[in-house]
């Protein structure tokens, strides 16, 4: 866990020591004064000789089980405490007090401070959802500090965050996607007449992609059945649909290369049509390969390097490793990744998530509620178990954020931008103990004040 430890604090440094000289520099002779002040506050101020960091992983909770009395609830592993018990801090909130109201959790995406995880409640599989909305928890004060609302009954999956005002959520029951205010926390347009059941979503170049799964539970029948499946792409500054790229049968998890390249797992239909790997060129919107799997694939994640990690299925497990760039396999069917290199005994089964420092985080639900749930962290170098964390119930949706404690984040939400400027301005001249927008805490509101959001900006 050293590697973890180490790597954030000293960037944190660099860009603390960088941006002060850098800001100096620019300020003109005559506010000779200010530079004094500004230096004097930054040596009296003990806020300012360090930078608090805090890297987390975050675990949703997802199962809900009334006879169990378990709700849908979050959990924070701190990445770096290298005890694995005192890491986990389990449960530190729930998304409903009722459990027959079986509230779910179903995504979960981060920004600064503030995760976005869109719920709904659902008593009796089939029926409507109803208040769906999108919980907003603030990471570092570890409580929901906002409620989006969602229009009822139309299921909201997943949250892409487009800017500090916009985000998307992919709502599969309404077949929509509805474009929501952040700050005012509504939603101001609904794009329809594209999706069918969208729940995948992710951003590149100023366009969102969007996956469509297309199935339909038939009651009658009492089968499934798959329709045409498409990825449709959004122009994320107009909202306007751009075009529907048709797919193999049920199209899942969604990622972009952060590059050139948007990749599409496609699952089948757990019968006769196995599952696909799916590459558009975000230039073109054109499918540019398609690969065939010779299985249903589980879970996929994919790295820095470009690799793609899937789960094999239940009958096949094992993970399989793609490289997107070369289009081509690392370790295919044959020849998949079946055990830890350091403990044979531990499954690698799971959802997978990696981390910005490219371990893989392997989330591992019981979805019996027995309480055998646990995020497993693997070295994919060599495939060796790092680190085992014992977690809540159903954990199976796993994030990272990173907490930076800043005065000068006046609003908290993780980001110091124009946003705080902008609401420290409306404190000038205000004096007292405990005034938020006193970011060096003289308790007084000045100029000195806004300098030092402005170095933050
Ligand atoms: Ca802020
Ligand atoms: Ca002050």
């Known amino acids: ?80 405490e290298p005890n694995e018990r005192r890491a986990v801090d389990n449960e530190i909130l729930h998304f409903s007090r009722d459990p027959l109201s079986r509230r779910r959790a179903v995504g979960l995406s981060i920004r600064g401070h503030l995760a976005y995880i869109p719920t709904f ?94 199935w339909e539970w038939d009651p009658e029948a009492r089968m499934t059945t798959y329709y045409e499946s498409r990825v449709t792409v959004i122009d994320t500054a107009t909202d306007i649909v751009l075009k529907s790229i048709p797919v193999p049968t049920n199209a899942g998890e969604i990622f972009s290369d952060g590059e050139s390249t948007i990749i599409v797992k496609t699952v089948g239909n757990y019968n006769d049509v196995l599952g696909h790997l799916v590459l558009i060129d975000a230039n073109t919107d054109e499918i540019v390969e398609t690969v065939k799997l010779k299985l249903t694939p589980g879970s996929s994640a ?19 490793i793609y490289d997107v760039a070369a289009k081509d ?62 977690v809540g119930p159903g954990a199976s949706i796993l994030a990272f954020a990173q907490i930076i404690s800043r005065n000068e984040d006046v609003n908290n939400d993780g980001i110091v931008n124009i946003s705080d400027l902008v609401i420290a301005a409306r404190f000038l001249g205000d004096q007292g103990p405990g005034i938020i927008a006193d970011v060096n805490g003289d308790e007084v509101v000045n100029i000195l004040d806004l300098v030092l959001i402005g170095q933050g900006l």
Request: hydrophobic share 40%; glycine share 8%.
């Open 302 to 320: 994919l790295n820095a390097e470009k690799q793609l990690f899937i789960q094999g299925s239940w009958q096949k497990p094992g993970l399989l």
């Open 121 to 214: 409640n659902l008593p009796i599989t089939g029926a409507a959802s109803s208040g769906d909305s999108i919980f907003i928890v603030n990471l570092e004060d570890r409580e929901i500090v906002g409620e989006i609302p969602i229009q009822e009954g139309s299921m909201p999956q997943q949250v892409a965050l487009i800017n500090a005002q916009k985000l998307y959520v992919t709502c599969a029951a309404a077949h929509e996607v509805h474009v929501v205010d952040i700050p005012n926390r509504n939603t101001t347009k609904i794009l329809t007449g594209a999706f069918n059941k969208p729940t995948g979503i992710t951003l590149l170049n100023g366009k969102a992609y969007v996956s469509n799964p297309a």
């Open 1 to 80: 866990m050293n590697k973890v430890v180490a790597v954030p604090l000293a960037s944190a440094h660099r860009k603390v020591s960088r941006r002060r000289s850098s800001s100096i520099s620019r300020l003109k002779l005559h506010a000779s004064f200010l530079i004094g002040a500004f230096l004097f506050t930054l040596l009296v101020s003990p806020t300012f000789g360090q930078t608090e960091v805090q890297d987390l992983a975050v675990v949703i909770n997802a199962l809900t089980h009334p006879d169990l009395e378990i709700t849908a609830s979050l959990s924070l592993i701190d990445l770096m």
């Open 329 to 390: 396999w690392i370790r295919d069917e044959d020849d998949t990744i079946t055990n830890f290199s350091n403990d044979a005994d531990v499954s690698i089964s799971g959802g997978l998530t990696f981390a910005p420092d490219g371990n893989l985080y392997i989330t591992q639900p019981d979805w019996g509620g027995g309480g055998q749930d646990y995020v497993r962290v693997m070295d994919v170098t060599d495939a060796s178990l790092l680190q085992t964390y014992h």
